[in-house]
């Protein structure tokens, strides 16, 4: 079997406890990943020291939230970064903990790769008017980054993009997700018209047809992950250049370690 150049994973672990419990440090281990981005890890910087700094041979680098139990992202990497960016506003959503950044600069190329928690605005207007705010501010900074060097940012970006990208969209088209108005932004940040910024969906860029095979979250009501009643919610988005370079995606269900699934793009370049 052909090795790929670069591997990467993201998955949102719904607290990096919980998941580890059922058997996420020893999966992410043999995963092959060269990089792993977290989301949700839920934890602060005593328990992931004792615990979860590594998995397998990836040195992990943390954002973590303010609150205790709440929101924080990680990214695990095989190769050491040239350098560490925590954080992207300097305000409220650093305070959450929702964006580390690992880079990968030589003398010929300037390469990041991003981890990422977009708010989720299902628990009322007041956390759906912040998740409004945060895409306001994180668009910008995304294009600046763009202007300037390569990236490939993964998370959960708790929006899906069309109808093909869950399963009940006619009774959603009210609910925080998958919103008009959170559609336009994906739209937007897709596009390629001036003053869009040209990024590029890469799972759907290898993929642009599947629908029930795409899903990578679950509500925890019902039945709907037996009945696959999912929400493609967790995305590799990457500047043109890399994104080309996408070979292959897989969404790992043979074990479950949290609400959402892992999805994995191999990559046709070396960091």
């Known amino acids: 079997m052909e090795v790929p150049l670069f591997r990467l994973v993201t998955l949102n672990l719904n607290g990096i406890r919980s998941a580890a419990d059922k058997g996420f440090v020893e999966w992410a281990a043999q995963t092959g990943a060269d990089c792993m981005g977290v989301q949700e890890i839920k934890a602060q910087a005593d328990v992931v020291g004792e615990r979860f700094t590594k998995v397998g041979d990836l040195d992990g680098h943390f954002h973590y939230a303010e609150k205790k139990g709440y929101s924080g992202v990680g990214l695990y990497s095989r190769k ?3 350098d560490v960016i925590i954080g992207f506003d300097g305000g409220e959503f650093d305070g959450e903990g929702r964006y580390v950044e690992t880079r990968y600069d030589t003398a010929r190329r300037k390469l990041s790769v991003i981890s990422c ?29 763009k202007a300037e060097r390569e990236f490939i940012l993964v998370g959960d970006i708790n929006i899906a993009h069309q109808a093909q ?26 596009g390629t018209e001036p003053g869009h910024a040209g990024l590029v969906d890469v799972y759907r860029r290898l993929h642009p047809d599947t629908t029930e095979a795409c899903y990578t979250w679950w509500s925890n009501r019902g039945q709907a992950y037996a009945n696959n009643v999912g929400w493609r919610l967790d995305y590799h988005l990457a500047t043109p250049k890399l994104a080309a370079t996408a070979r292959s995606a897989a969404i790992y269900k043979d074990r479950k370690f949290s609400d959402h699934a892992p999805l994995t793009i191999d990559y046709d370049f070396k960091l």
């Not at 928690?117 to 995304?142: M, N, T, V």
């Not at 088209?173 to 919103?179: E, H, R, Y």
Request: hydrophobic share 35%; no cysteine; glycine share 6%.
């Open 117 to 145: 928690y977009f708010p989720s605005g299902s628990s009322g207007e007041d956390r759906q008017a912040a998740k409004y705010r945060f895409l306001d501010l994180i668009y910008p900074h995304l294009l600046a980054l």
């Open 165 to 190: 990208d869950l399963k009940n969209w006619r009774s959603n088209q009210k609910n925080s997700g998958f919103l008009p108005e959170e559609r336009a932004w994906m739209t937007k940040l897709l």
């Open 80 to 82: 050491a970064p040239s």
